[in-house]
């Protein structure tokens, strides 16, 4: 698997009372890291600013690596984040994210999520929460002691699993409305960063060797 072309996406929508600055910090980290390096070809996309459906799917294809960030809003992605999905996957149907849904009119009960056309590449995925971490993992609390990844988005893991994506290591920023350290969380991200891509560096060098 190569990690050369990284294409790095913010879901963090501009709207009401959200000036999306996490997500947008978090999002220029990231460009930051992989422009710091060598080896290294970064693309992105702010949905808050205008896009060309055709240039996006062109990114997603590609890409080895597409590292997508979000707020999560009443546990649902943005709506403006969630149209651009809408949109450039639509786009991207037998244009070389998906050929169909997998299955055949001879059995058309198996198979279904099959059709996706981006094996052999990854995604990451950061989200941000009012929520405390808490919420997720203590006994009685609103999550049941559902993790992020296998509650509110495990369709969103689904849907990238549909394409042929597969996961890297998720991180996920809590409390960030009411209690946000932002240089904490900076430095927590930047480790992950560097521990995910050491990571699959190295197990490239092993397929390589």
Known sequence: MNTNHIFVINGGQ???HSGGRFNKTIFDTTIDFF???EGYEVRFTDINQPYDLKQEVANFVWADVIIYHTPIWWFQLPHAFKKY???????GHQQGIYRNDG???ANPAINYGTGGQLHGRNYMLTTSWNAPETA????GEFFNQKSVDDGPLFGFHRMNAFTGLAPL???HFHDIEKNADVEKELKRYRQHLQA???EVSVAEELVVS
């Open 14 to 16: 501009v709207f009401g």
């Open 35 to 37: 422009q710091e390096q």
């Open 85 to 91: 999905l809408d949109l450039v996957f639509t786009e």
């Open 103 to 105: 299955r055949s009119l």
């Open 136 to 139: 997720f993992t203590l006994p």
């Open 169 to 171: 290591k998720s991180i």
């Open 196 to 198: 995910v891509f050491t």
